[in-house]
């Protein structure tokens, strides 16, 4: 990874290596988590630990400037998460460092007297301090991957301080900016994948040429992942709820320091990963103007609705805390004007880059102050506040001097990074000459009244007017308390006053990090901010502030509560999520559980199926049954047949016996009959045999005679009859030796016959 | 050789000799009847071993009866094929019928007891016949002895419903034994042999003389041995015959009767039929789609019902669809994975049977939904039914995983993978109606409700050597399948 | 170290808890504590010898080694490569603490003796599929896993546990028939199954497309794939909390494994790739894991949304698969081992919580983080590497997972991967933020701004504690530290299956 660091055409020549930074990041983690294990009794040891690890950073970050002042500081550690961590600082990160370690320890002084009233100490001393590590971690951070690490981690510990409270909003806001800081987190993630598998890298460094046709999606991804920390329209709706229920020093670090380290994210990502060290063609410089001018248009709607929702609210730390989606709204569109302004748009950056210093202050500052108040009074509703300036003179003299400092008056430090802002615009509009970099600038204009009516009414609301009986008693500040909100004061003043201290010895340097030139650069180095034509542009903005608040205070316009539907909550993100959600999950739900019917139908089918097909097998058997049965009634019927025939039998039988019966009847009668007729014959007989000798004797006479006569002519017969015989042939009368003739004549004849047929 | 000889002939005679003298020896010496029976059991074990050596060394022999060579005289034929199945036979009848001295006591008349060994002898005897066997007629006359004793074996129990079983085999079994008679009829016509390796050279010339003839003939011979193996329409006898009969002939009856039918049609298919002949005709095809059909609808069949022994019964329906299967083929591989499924299935089914006797010896129960909680109180016995399940599932581990194995590489080779997916479903189905009863017997949450009485320790050890073997069968299954793949190579 | 110290040190850790089992099961007969004690050490030593492969493993050691003959051409072999290593040696270490944590969870339950004896064959045998060397061992040991794990799935023996547990065995079953059928067409297509270097397919045809999607469906019903994960919310949330750690951190992974192997050695990458396989594994981890996400959401049982999160996080693993490039293997590599990490703590948390309070509605558990702040504390580690919080390891495998993707030019998978980190986050900080920053109902809410909140420690038995604490530390360390073992691992692993099986 440092190879691809060196590789860096815009780094200093100078680089030194130093251990220094990840000290600085690990002291407050390493002490925080140790905190969280010291008993809750111990309060005094919790607040020497998180300061001595808060001024640890501090002293950690001032060690550095003079390496960074120079060139850069880098540090690598291979391996750790198969990636690498890897720390390089230069002086754009280096002034957000310092922001973060001076603000916090400004912080942490003030939460000893705040959080002496709220509950779980230990737990906010160690997330506090280990988000103090985290959100150092990003802005040092010296490639995508470490930056990911760190902004991660930084969105999980500071969770934890939103819901400090832990009442059911608080609850519902810490929820709601958990589940945005994931997703944004996500989608820097794939960022940063993308980046990674297109370039091969993750460093922060040039690489708009490389990126190609899916720079878009890596933009679009890394500025939804970086907008949601820095609050950008739409993605700002967890602001107004997370930083109002936090703790106020909480929502001072949020409000002031977290929502930077978004705004770092967006600088880095429009001003460094999508630039180009060559220069640029046509087509690329059209791209990068388009980007540009989104992103500044992006700012400029957050600044508007910022400040619109700012007014239109009771509540004093959402006043504040729509204010700051505002204030980054000007920071946007300051990115915005520098990008589209590509390598002359110094000014633009500046502009950034200090306004970031200077809304951090004051709007730390802010928070703090309205937490004072809220520390005494228990009270956020401004209808319930007033004529605070009497009971605490110091806190309403600070803040009116952070008002100053955030509404532009000149003198105070909002008005230098305000008027380098605008400028930026001018210039922008000077260089395109386009309406809607005109119109971007009315805009801007209007925002800043606006914020000059806003802060009027808090200012009023919360300092003026009478004081409510319940509120009235005697407060006595806190020392810590009081040097917090004075150095606040100072800073605000300080800056303001001198504003070209913070341009020339920080600003400038960091711009010429990024190589700006042209005439903007030129006039930025003798930047003379108390000239009448910025004061002028100043001037013209109180004016129309009043004009705007007079009327709108008198008609009551400012109490006006714009309806439900006109909420970017219900406009967009409660259908989003609900919708979206509940689709997926209906779906979800619906696909699996139709596969589980779809396993259990079919289940209960092929059960079903089943049991048909033991109805076949009753049908086999039923048809051998019922065959069988058929052959049964078969034999039934041949058994009767058989019984029929011998019934048959039987009754022929019987007949046949009767039939003898009548027989033997008729037997024995005939019988008789026979017996009588028998004596008759033998009567007959007798006297025929009578009969028969006298006969006889009669025919033995004429036999004799006849007898003689017929022998006489049988022998004439005989001779003539053996005369007749010897003349017929007759195969009787064949002798052998013929035979033997017919058959050697066949042979003969056969022999012939079979070879003449060849 | 000598004595060794006469081997063939002599397993199966000491078993028509011992069936002979048992009755007698039940009245005179009661107790040497059962050992005498073991050791005639154990003898043709050892000599099918034997045989098994010197078929190995010698090839296939041929032993003619009384010295009368073919065509008149009766010839056995000893091969590789012929040997696993004797060694199956001989294995699991001497199992079962040490199974069987301790439970025929619960399950029949003291007085009968003679009797049974006669006809298990009988039994024993003619389906060894049946094996060895080289000629059509003998086959016959083995196959009647067989049918005849396996309904008496069913019947000798006395109740209503094994004579009615008993009197539907015999029936079924008459009119199976009628067609083959028929088909025999027609072959000796249209060749004037029976011995197999006559008929064999003389049918490739007679096919183109009779070819209608012989067809017939085939039809009739997959009708007979259908009915008597209850391949899957003609199976209507062998639930009612299977489940009433005592549980030793039950586990005889499916572990090895109804495969013995298998094995001749098998024996006639591939020894008596040429190919030519199963060329023209799907015959093949027949056998494998009723197979197949069977696999699978007596799975179905088995799910739903609620009589354990009947599941059985119905399950062994299943089962021998996957040995017609393998028959139907004609594949040498998925043939390997017919005849192990032979040995395979009887070993299992016989143990699932034993288990079943074991249950009902020692609770009385027969219905399945009764039987929830039992393996507390019998866990070996459920532990042997729950290793028979996963064999009949085809669990890795088991004999029945390698039967599909080759089934199922069969059937790929011959580029039919529904086949595959036949035998994967029957699979399932089996686990669908196995499992249930082996995890309610283990992990019923209620107690079981029936008294148990004490298991003879007989009919665990018998139950702990069927475990065995279906795990060796599972894991160590080479040397079996290199034996069945040189037993069946000389048909491919 | 030489290749038969190999094989006799694979062949202990596969039969040395396949051999304790019935020694656990009698010795339950005699004394409680003694079998408890075996099962400790018998899943100890096994994790012992497992560890002691690993100077083998990373020198790229591979040895195959053929027990005996099944059948012939069909081996029971055993194989040690990098792969085998990576998953023994995981599952072996989540199964030793689970055991340990069933010491005391198990101490109130029934059937113990039953239990331990059982866990340990089950160990066994997923040590055999990790080792086996062939896909016919490979599914021997599959199915012995699989129904012995049946027992632990219904162990609790109610009506609900007996549902799910049939559900789960049909479903076993006939993934096991699948598979079953592939292994079978790989040997009629290849003539062998055994494990090589190459791959045993070398062409695709309609019947290797068969195959392919029968070990889809046997592997893929394993790991919970989208049609066939319906069992796996119904099992896991039944069976008792260390076998749900077991059964959605380590079982699931023999899917996983089985898919790995067989995309690289029956088939090939290029096989894969030219067929269009990928997409279909592709396809179907992208609806797993958006389904499982979604559905995980609307679920109230504590358990039921965890094992619904498995669905969804094995289709990372399944999604890696498909990508087939360096990076996408090497992060699915090593989600195998996050999720074991991730998903076994939060089974055992949410069983410490049960075990303890017996709260399973995600409802109910407001504040039990003030009860139990260190079951939640390690709940909440494993909960945000699950959504993907760097530098957790979730993060880790989240991140190379999505490199692979885009390396492979599917920006659309990261989507899908953020997206389901996304729903991560919407159902798994619903539990973690209110268990510590929400007072339990029944809780008075106190009065004013001074409500301090109490915390009551009423925490389940260090037994329990231990193996959650260790997980949790590795957790974190294998996704922070430089150097990272497991990783280098999951890359080296990747190296070896890419580049066909050869280091």
């Not at chain 1, 809750?40 to 950690?60: C, D, M, Q």
């Not at chain 1, 937490?371 to 009116?400: A, N, Q, S, W, Y």
């Not at chain 1, 990090?513 to 042209?518: A, M, R, V």
Request: proline content about 4%; some cysteine.
């Amino acid at each position: 990874m440092f190879a691809a660091a060196s590789g860096h055409s815009f780094a200093s020549p100078e680089v030194y290596q130093s251990a220094l930074p990840l000290w600085v990041i690990l002291v407050p983690i390493l002490l925080g988590t140790g905190l969280y294990f010291l008993k809750e009794e111990w309060t005094k040891v919790l607040k020497a630990i998180s300061l001595a690890a808060s001024f640890f950073a501090l002293a950690g970050v001032m060690l550095l400037f003079p390496m960074v002042i120079s060139g850069q500081v880098c540090f690598d550690l291979i391996d750790f998460m198969q990636m690498g961590l890897f720390f390089r600082i230069d002086l754009i990160g280096w002034i957000f460092a310092l922001i973060i370690a001076l603000v916090w320890t400004l912080a942490t002084v003030f939460s000893f007297a705040y959080m002496d009233y709220e509950h779980n100490l230990r737990r906010y001393y160690s997330l506090l301090t280990i988000t103090l590590g985290a959100t150092l971690g990003v802005v040092l951070a010296g490639d995508f991957f470490t930056l990911f690490l760190f902004f991660e981690m930084m969105t999980l510990s500071s969770f934890i301080l939103v819901i400090h409270e832990q009442d059911s909003e608080a609850m519902k806001a810490g929820m709601l900016y958990l589940y945005l800081g994931i997703g944004g987190g996500l989608c820097l993630l794939f960022a940063v994948m993308m980046l990674f598998s297109i370039t091969g890298s993750v460093d922060i460094a040039p690489a708009f040429n490389l990126l190609g046709g899916q720079r878009t999606i890596i933009f679009i991804c890394f500025l939804i992942g970086f907008g949601v920390k820095a609050g950008l329209v739409p993605l700002h709706i967890w602001l107004p709820q997370a930083h109002p229920v936090a703790p106020s020093p909480a929502s001072a670090l949020l409000s002031g320091i977290l929502i930077k380290s978004g705004a770092y994210g967006i600088l880095r990502v429009s001003l460094v990963l999508f630039s180009s060290p060559d220069g640029l063609s046509d087509a690329e410089a059209s791209y990068i103007f388009n980007l540009g001018n989104s992103l500044m248009w992006i700012g400029i709607i957050t600044m508007f609705l910022g400040a619109v929702m700012a007014i239109l609210q009771s509540n004093m730390k959402r006043i504040l805390a729509y204010s700051s989606v505002s204030q980054i709204g000007y920071i946007a569109a300051a990115i915005g004007a520098a990008t589209l302004m590509n390598r002359e748009g110094g000014m633009g950056f500046a502009g950034a880059v200090y306004h970031v210093i200077n809304h951090a202050f004051f709007k730390a500052g802010l928070f703090m102050m309205v937490g004072t108040v809220f520390m005494f009074t228990r009270e956020l509703e401004l209808p319930r506040l007033g004529g605070m300036f009497k009971k605490m003179p110091l806190v309403g003299i600070t803040f009116l001097i952070a008002a100053f400092g955030i509404t532009g008056i000149p003198g105070f430090n909002g008005y230098a990074s305000k008027t380098l802002i605008h400028d930026a615009l001018l210039v922008a509009m000077e260089h395109y000459e386009l309406f809607s970099i005109e119109l971007a600038e009315k805009i801007f204009v209007l925002t800043s009244a606006l914020t000059i009516c806003y802060f009027i009414k808090i200012f009023r609301g919360v300092f003026l007017g009478p004081v409510p009986e319940k509120l009235d008693l005697e407060y006595r500040l806190p020392v810590s308390v009081q040097a917090v909100l004075v150095s606040f004061a100072l800073v605000i003043t300080g800056i303001g006053l001198f504003p070209n201290f913070v341009l020339e010895k920080i600003i400038i340097p960091a711009a010429s990090i990024l190589h700006y030139e042209g005439p903007a650069m030129e006039h930025l180095h003798h930047f003379h901010f108390f000239e009448w034509h910025p004061l002028e542009a100043m001037f013209i903005v109180i004016a129309l502030a009043l004009i705007i608040y007079i009327p709108g205070a008198w008609r009551g316009w400012f109490e006006w509560k714009p309806p439900w539907w006109l909420s970017i909550y219900a406009i967009i993100y409660k259908p989003v999520t609900e919708k979206l959600v509940a689709a997926a999950c209906r779906m979800g739900v619906l696909v699996d559980s139709s596969v589980d019917n779809a396993y259990n139908r079919s289940g209960s089918y092929a059960r079903e199926l089943c049991s048909y097909v033991v109805d076949i097998d009753r049908g086999i058997d039923k048809f051998y049954a019922s065959s069988g049965k058929a052959a049964r009634k078969l034999a039934d019927r041949s058994a009767e047949m058989d019984s029929g025939l011998d019934h048959l039998y039987e009754k022929s039988g019987e007949a046949a016996r009767k039939l003898a019966d009548r027989s033997a009847e008729m037997d024995s009668a005939l019988d008789e009959t026979y017996r009588k007729t028998g004596r008759a014959a033998q009567k007959l007989a007798r006297q025929t045999t009578d009969l028969d000798k006298v006969l006889n004797k009669v025919y033995d006479q004429a036999g004799q005679k006849t007898r003689e006569e017929m022998e006489k002519m049988l022998a004439e017969k005989k001779n003539k009859e053996d005369r007749r015989e010897r003349r017929k042939w007759n195969i009787k009368n064949l002798s052998f030796d013929n035979l033997l003739l017919v058959l050697v004549l066949a042979v003969v004849l056969f022999i012939i016959f079979y070879f003449s047929r060849f | 050789m000598g004595p060794l000889e006469h081997l063939p002939v002599l397993m199966v005679v000491i078993f028509f000799c011992g069936a002979f003298l048992m009755p007698l020896l039940f009245r005179w010496a009661r107790p040497i009847c059962a050992p005498l029976m073991v050791a005639i059991l154990a003898a043709a074990l050892v000599m099918a071993i034997i045989i098994l050596q010197s078929v190995y060394q010698l090839g296939p022999q041929l032993y003619h009866l009384g010295g009368w060579p073919p065509p008149w005289g009766i010839e056995l034929k000893v091969d590789l094929l012929r040997v696993y199945m004797l060694l199956v036979l001989f294995v699991i009848s001497l199992w079962i019928f040490i199974y069987a001295l301790r439970d025929l006591g619960n399950e029949l008349k003291e007085e009968l007891i003679g009797w049974y060994y006669t006809l298990y002898a009988l039994l024993v005897g003619s389906m060894a016949g049946i094996a060895l066997t080289n000629d059509l007629f003998n086959l016959f006359v083995m196959m009647e002895i067989c049918a005849i004793t396996a309904c008496a074996i069913i019947s000798i129990k006395e109740d209503r419903e094994c004579l009615e079983a008993s009197f539907k085999y015999l029936i079924l079994s008459a009119m199976g034994t009628g067609c083959f008679l028929l088909g025999v009829a027609m072959l000796y016509m249209a060749t004037g042999y029976l011995n197999y390796d006559y008929l064999h050279g003389s049918l490739v010339e007679a096919i183109a003389l009779y070819p209608r003839n012989l067809l017939l003939a085939a039809a009739l011979f997959i009708v007979a041995f259908g009915t008597k193996a209850a391949l899957f329409p003609l199976h209507v006898w062998l639930p009612d015959a299977h489940a009433s009969a005592p549980s030793p002939s039950s586990a005889m009856l499916s572990g090895l009767v109804i495969k013995i039918y298998a094995f001749a049609l098998l024996i006639v298919f591939y020894e008596v039929f040429p190919a030519e002949m199963l060329q023209g005709v799907p015959l093949n095809e027949i056998i494998l789609w009723l197979g197949s059909l069977g696999a699978m609808f007596g799975s179905i069949y088995a799910m739903l019902q609620t009589d354990l022994k009947k599941m059985l019964a119905f399950s062994s329906i299943g089962q021998i669809g996957y040995i017609f299967m393998g028959i139907g083929f004609n594949h040498e591989m998925a043939l390997i994975g017919g005849l192990y499924h032979v040995g395979v299935h009887a070993v299992t089914k016989a143990m699932l049977f034993m288990a079943a006797g074991v249950i009902i010896y020692a609770t009385g129960v027969r219905k399945i939904s009764d039987m929830d909680g039992i393996g507390r109180n019998l866990p070996l016995t459920m532990a042997a039914f729950a290793v028979g399940s996963a064999s009949m599932i085809g669990l890795p581990g088991t004999g029945g995983l390698i039967s599909k194995w080759y089934l199922s590489l069969g059937a790929l080779e011959m580029g039919r993978p529904f086949f595959v997916i036949i035998i994967l479903i029957s699979s399932l189905l089996n686990a669908v109606y196995y499992m249930p009863i082996v995890i309610n017997a283990f992990l019923y949450h209620g107690e079981f409700q029936f008294r148990v009485k004490p298991v003879p320790r007989v009919m665990l050890a018998t139950l702990i050597f069927g475990m065995i073997v279906i795990i060796i069968s599972g894991v160590f299954s080479r040397p079996a399948v290199v034996l069945l793949e040189d037993a069946v190579s000389r048909f491919f | 170290m030489t290749d038969s110290t190999i094989i006799v040190l694979i062949t202990l850790i596969i039969v040395l808890p396949i051999i304790m089992t019935p020694v656990i099961f009698f010795a339950s007969r005699y004394s409680e504590r003694l079998r408890n004690s075996l099962a400790v050490i018998t899943s100890g030593l096994t994790f012992a010898l497992t560890i002691a492969l690993y100077p083998a493993a990373v020198q790229g050691n591979v040895v195959q080694q053929t027990l005996f003959e099944i059948l012939p051409r069909l081996e029971l072999s055993i194989r040690f490569d990098i792969l085998s290593f990576c998953l023994a040696a995981i599952s072996s270490f989540i199964w030793f603490l689970c055991t340990i944590y069933s010491l005391d969870y198990m101490a109130k339950e029934h059937a113990c003796s039953r239990y331990y004896p059982v866990l340990i064959l089950a160990l066994g045998s997923c040590q055999g599929i990790y080792f086996a060397g062939d896909f016919f061992s490979l599914f021997v040991f599959f199915e012995l896993m699989s129904l012995i794990a049946y027992i632990l799935v219904i162990h609790e023996e109610t009506e609900e546990a007996m549902r799910a547990g049939y559900k789960y065995l049909v479903m076993t079953i006939i993934g096991g028939l699948a598979l079953f059928f592939g292994i079978i067409i790989v040997f009629e297509l290849g003539g062998t199954v055994s494990l090589g270097v190459g791959s045993i397919i070398q062409e695709t045809s309609f019947l290797a497309l068969i195959a392919f999607i029968c070990f889809l469906i046997g592997f893929g019903m394993k790991a919970g794939m989208f049609p066939l994960h319906v069992w796996l919310p119904d099992a896991h949330p039944v069976a008792p909390s260390p076998a749900s750690a077991l059964l959605s951190g380590v079982m699931l992974k023999t899917g996983a494994y089985g898919l790995l192997r067989v995309i690289f050695h029956v088939f090939s990458v290029d096989l894969m790739l030219s067929g269009g396989w990928d997409t279909i594994l592709g396809v179907l981890a992208v609806i797993t894991i958006l389904l499982g996400s979604a559905v995980a959401l609307t679920q109230t049982d504590i358990k039921r949304r965890l094992a619904y999160s498995s669905i969804s996080q094995l289709g990372y693993i399944l999604l890696g698969m498909s990508i087939l490039n360096d990076n996408a293997i090497t992060g699915a590599v090593f989600h195998i081992f996050s999720h074991a990490f991730m998903k076994s703590i939060l089974f055992l948390a949410a069983g410490a919580i049960i075990w303890k309070t017996g709260i399973r509605k995600i409802a109910d558990m407001r504040g039990i983080g003030r009860q139990m702040p260190v079951t939640m504390g390690c709940f909440s580690v494993a909960a945000l590497a699950m959504i993907g919080i760097p530098p957790l390891n979730g993060f880790l495998s989240k991140w190379t997972l999505s490199l692979g993707a885009l390396d492979a030019g599917m920006p659309f998978y990261v989507l899908v991967l953020l997206i389901s980190s996304l729903l991560n986050a919407l159902y798994y900080l619903p539990i973690i933020i209110p268990a510590f920053f929400d007072v339990p109902g029944g809780e008075d809410h106190g009065t004013g701004d001074q409500h301090e909140i109490k915390f009551n420690i009423k925490e389940a038995t260090p037994g329990m504690l231990s193996p959650l604490v260790i997980l949790a530390i590795c957790t974190l360390v294998f996704g922070l530290t430089p150097n990272n073992i497991v990783f280098i691992l999951s890359r080296l692993t990747s190296a070896f299956l890419l580049l066909g099986g050869a280091l």
